[in-house]
T-cell receptor
């Protein structure tokens, strides 16, 4: 069974602090990893993707990938109330978009 | 503006009825997808299509049907055979199904409730 696991939260973080979201996956052969943000009642939108071990930074967001330990994380620096959302981790366990496996998401709340 | 339009946004169905959810995109994307989202679960793939007049079952296709007669349109029918249809349904598209960019563009979703 191919799985992607996330802590459902809610994760509460003070405004201006760093929010750390984690995701583990079951298929050691997975090659690509994605973070989507989903506001309540809305559709997901892609915010980061990462293919290689290590860190990838984009503005206030940093994705971290550790294939040996089979986890991927998302760090949000200088958290803002507008970052309050559910963050979905998606892992491609094949080589086509239809092979994405999705986590259930972590609900993040940024407290002003 | 380019995007994906789903309708209706909210839909109520009586048991035993078939309902069809509309999905239209003007992004000129080849691939389209239907997902189902339930509380506490990840998105699950119902059907996908990479080209007109062709579509494939996803992980939970039972009780659903689709068509892809036009590149822009990928409607989903929830049939009476689907035993637990109450859910949030998301239509998505991507440039190519095989691109493996992971970048899916989603519509705003349709929330179906069975009474």
């Amino acid at each position: 069974q191919k799985e992607v696991e996330q802590n459902s939260g809610p994760l509460s973080v003070p405004e201006g602090a760093i929010a750390s979201l984690n995701c583990t996956y079951s298929d050691r052969g997975s090659q690509s990893f994605f973070w989507y943000r989903q506001y309540s009642g809305k559709s997901p939108e892609l915010i980061m993707f990462i293919y290689s071990n290590g860190d990838k930074e984009d503005g206030r967001f940093t994705a971290q990938l550790n294939k040996a330990s089979q986890y991927v994380s998302l760090l949000i620096r200088d958290s803002q109330p507008s970052d309050s959302a559910t963050y979905l981790c998606a892992v491609n366990m094949g080589d086509s978009n239809y092979q994405l496996i999705w986590g259930a998401g972590t609900k993040l709340i940024i407290k002003p | 503006d380019g995007g994906i339009t789903q309708s209706p946004k909210y839909l109520f169905r009586k048991e035993g009825q078939n309902v069809t959810l509309s999905c239209e995109q003007n992004l000129n994307h080849d691939a389209m997808y239907w997902y189902r989202q339930d509380p506490g679960q990840g998105l699950r793939l119902i059907y996908y299509s990479q080209i007109v007049n062709d579509f494939q079952k996803g992980d939970i296709a039972e009780g659903y049907s689709v068509s892809r007669e036009k590149k822009e349109s990928f409607p989903l029918t929830v049939t009476s055979a689907q035993k637990n249809p109450t859910a949030f349904y998301l239509c998505a598209s991507s440039i190519q199904e095989t691109a493996n960019t992971g970048e899916l563009f989603f519509g705003e979703g349709s929330r179906l409730t069975v009474l």
